[in-house]
């Protein structure tokens, strides 16, 4: 296929009037592909071409509403009641239980650190097998220590700071 100027100028024609690529190589036929047009505007460096009168704007898919919070991040109860009881679709992490419903796991007590005396307190080159391997304090302060107690069944820690380690999940009493 060979470029004419007469299909030379009937593709800057077609395309100052706004047709596509792909109805301009119908137009002109004889083996002429989208590309070709395409390659040819480039190289001819046509300027932008005018919107067709004819083409209707395309229709968007209207985006779901995002609920609105309140000053507080509250979601209204409506909005709530609405959300909660939507199909879920896809991934449901982040579903909104209702409330009540939500099964919370209690947080195990706080227990206070146990002390160490200062003579039984250990340093990072005096760790071994037989010592808890448990930090205190800052790392970054002087007074930052081990815990140097007999550890528990081949753990790293002694027994009290692998209850503090190794605790399950206890699930909230209804």
Known sequence: MAWTDDRVEL????WMEGL????????LGEGVTRNAVIGKVHRLKLSGRVKPASTAPRARKPRPSIPKRSASGAMSGAVRRHLTNAPMIGATALKIQPEGSAEIAAAPEQVAEIYIEPENRLD????NEQTCKWPIGDPM?????FCGQEPNDNKPYCEFHSRRAYHTMDRKRR
């Open 11 to 14: 593709l800057k024609k077609l």
């Open 20 to 27: 596509s690529a792909s109805q301009i190589a119908a137009i």
């Open 124 to 127: 990072l080159l005096s760790l």
């Open 141 to 145: 302060t002087d007074d930052f220590y």
